[in-house]
């Protein structure tokens, strides 16, 4: 089927499982086309990446997949999507990117099609749960017999990076919280919200994918790859309990926002309660001092030896009479 000796355009790594024996056999980086004889027994994984513009015509040549699923392992479109037609699965899950040093929050795509003896996934960036898939495919390969284990072991890594995403967020989530019941006030909007709108994401993200597996699981069972129905209730399970953790922390975050703004308000209206009361006081000295200012005849106490004193007196008396006044009415 493959006989022109070249490289794999886009190869990131590559296995082949033998069912029989339940082992499976990494190919080499340099694996050529030549390499990827057709297996006898058990299934081939091809994991690619779509940074090689070559990869769509490498996937032309296997027969088994068709031009709508090669459209979908080669998309660039950023959206999840579950489809089952003729005994295959294919679309898109969502994931975190991974950079060389460190993992990140960015979501990233994998695109992927099961089909009878071949699993194939495609990516544009580095994501965290493939590469733990590749590692627990390593450590027990006796595991999977078949494409759509490999499938549920994708989802399922996917569901434990949003345990440990949904962990680091709890964790900041409660380094805000102690400052904002703290004995300071403080203006932790600023911190608040990138994790609000990380949180807002993944829920998006995650009822989506929820979504599609319920319709995918509702299919008829002629549509169905082996095994499926039995692994999308699995898979559901899983995705339905951590979407109630994420929700829980969609909720507290908006509560500990509101609560933020809150206290913001609170310390606003003391202030303008200050500035109020500085003003009552001041306004009586300053009519005082606006009629002893007026340059008209007959001002009281403008020939008088002591009239400066006496008007200070008067100014004295206005904010002993606004204190009295405000006293009078409740408001000090």
């Given amino acids: 089927m493959l006989s022109i ?21 990494r190919l080499p980086p340099d694996a050529t086309r030549e390499d990827l004889g057709d297996l006898q027994t058990g299934f081939r994984w091809l994991h690619l990446n779509l940074a090689d513009q070559r990869v769509g015509a490498f996937l032309e040549e296997f027969s088994q ?7 979908a392992l080669t998309t660039h479109e950023t959206h999840a999507s579950i489809t089952l037609e003729d005994g295959m699965i294919y ?17 990233g795509w994998l695109h992927f099609a099961v089909c009878d003896n071949i699993l194939v996934t495609t990516r544009l960036q580095p994501l965290r749960s493939i590469d733990r898939v590749r590692a627990a495919v390593e450590k027990n390969p006796s595991r999977y017999r078949q494409p759509i ?18 962990i680091e967020l709890t964790d900041e989530l409660n380094q805000i919280e102690d400052v904002v019941y703290g004995a300071t006030t403080q203006d ?7 994790m609000r709108r990380t949180v807002v994401r993944l829920h998006r993200h995650l009822r989506t994918v ?10 008829d069972e002629d549509e169905m790859p082996e095994g499926f129905h039995d692994v999308s ?24 926002h509101e609560e933020i703004d809150s206290k913001l308000s609170s310390e606003t209206n003391r202030h303008l309660y200050i ?12 009519l005082v001092t606006g009629f002893f200012g007026m340059n008209t005849e007959a001002l009281p106490f403008a020939h008088a030896e002591h009239g400066t004193f006496y008007a200070f007196g008067l100014m004295t008396l206005s904010v002993g009479g606004a204190w009295w006044l405000l006293r009078r009415a409740g408001i000090l």
Avoid: K
Wanted: with cysteine.
């Fill in 5 to 25: 000796v070249q490289s794999i355009p886009g190869l990131v790594w590559a296995y082949d499982f033998d069912s029989d024996n339940r082992s499976c056999r």
């Fill in 188 to 194: 932790e909007r600023r911190r608040l919200a990138p």
């Fill in 149 to 166: 284990d490999i499938f549920e072991l994708i989802v399922a890594e996917f569901q434990r990076t949003l345990i440990s995403l949904v």
């Fill in 91 to 107: 679309g898109t899950l969502v994931d975190f990117q991974r950079e060389f040093d460190e993992e990140t929050r960015d979501i």
């Fill in 210 to 219: 929820l979504t599609l597996f319920r319709r995918a699981a509702a299919a």
């Fill in 65 to 71: 997949l068709p031009p709508q699923v090669i459209t």
């Fill in 233 to 256: 209730g699995r898979l559901t399970s899983r995705l339905e309990a951590v979407d109630h953790d994420v929700y829980a922390l969609q909720d507290r975050a908006r509560l500990l």
């Fill in 275 to 286: 500035l109020s009361l500085m003003t009552a006081f001041l306004l009586p000295p300053s």
